[in-house]
């Protein structure tokens, strides 16, 4: 019952910034832009472990892997806006942002930081 649950909260959320962007895209993009899905990963795995060792690390990691996410949101509008079809500016945006976190992950195991 508790996996249903999670499942339920999680698609609600993602449900609920689909339905808030078709009405307003800059309020969806706000409400898309919150931590919420780190958030309740947060609890999710909290309520899960009680391990803080384990929650620190979690969250440093999220961290480290929002900023290489970043430069899809740019590169994907930028392509729309070239005339770019959908499907293509988004694989291209998730490439881009794959290519970024294996370049994050390369850099930071030089500075001893593992994710």
Request: proline share 7%; charged share 10%; hydrophobic share 60%.
């Amino acid at each position: 019952m508790y996996l249903v649950i999670k499942v339920v909260v999680s698609a609600l959320i993602v449900a609920a910034v689909s339905e808030i962007a078709k009405r307003s895209p800059a309020l969806g993009a706000l409400v898309a832009s919150l931590p919420l899905v780190s958030v309740l990963g947060m609890i999710w795995l909290w309520r899960d472990t009680r391990d803080p060792v384990r929650l620190a690390a979690h969250s440093e990691a999220t961290f480290w892997y929002v900023l290489p996410s970043l430069p899809m949101f740019l590169l994907v509008p930028a392509l729309l806006r070239a005339g770019a079809p959908f499907p293509l500016a988004l694989a291209a945006g998730v490439g881009l942002t794959a290519a970024l976190y294996l370049l994050t992950t390369l850099v930071l195991s030089r500075f001893g930081v593992t994710l």
